[in-house]
């Protein structure tokens, strides 16, 4: 079965940085674009940031435009988030999500999600 597992969550400072992982098993990750989402105790899940199947078209929320880069490696099946100048309210649940076969920024269109990492930022 599909599975998505999330790792590199952690605690840091402001201003400091952070690069998630997302390694994907038991599907065609090629033909997938993979998308970032995170979710704050007590709020709705929201999205981050996305990329295409190959990786040449990228997508953000305006929060993190800037700050956060969205990558891919086909040959490992991993997708990774690059997080720079982290801000507290970038605290969150962090989840890795994929669709095929192009990206949607609303939650409810994902069928595969991760477990999540969490991400905390102290002031």
């Known amino acids: 079965q599909v599975q998505l597992v999330e790792s590199g969550g952690g605690l840091v400072q402001a201003g400091g940085s952070l690069r998630l992982s997302c390694a994907a098993s038991?599907?065609?990750?090629?033909?997938?674009?993979m998308a970032w989402f995170r979710q704050a105790p007590g709020k709705e899940r929201e999205f981050v940031a996305a990329?295409?199947?190959?990786?040449?078209?990228?997508y953000y929320a305006d929060s993190v435009k800037g700050r956060f880069t969205i990558s891919r490696d086909n040959a490992k099946n991993t997708n990774y988030l690059q997080m720079n100048s982290l801000k507290p309210e970038d605290t969150a649940v962090y989840y890795c999500?994929?669709?095929?076969?192009?990206?949607?920024?609303?939650?409810?269109?994902?069928?595969?999600w991760g477990q999540g990492t969490q991400v905390t930022v102290s002031s």
């Open positions: 999500a994929a669709r095929s076969p192009i990206y949607s920024d609303t939650p409810k269109d994902y069928a595969c």
């Open positions: 990329c295409s199947w190959d990786g040449t078209m990228s």
């Open positions: 038991g599907l065609t990750f090629s033909r997938y674009a």
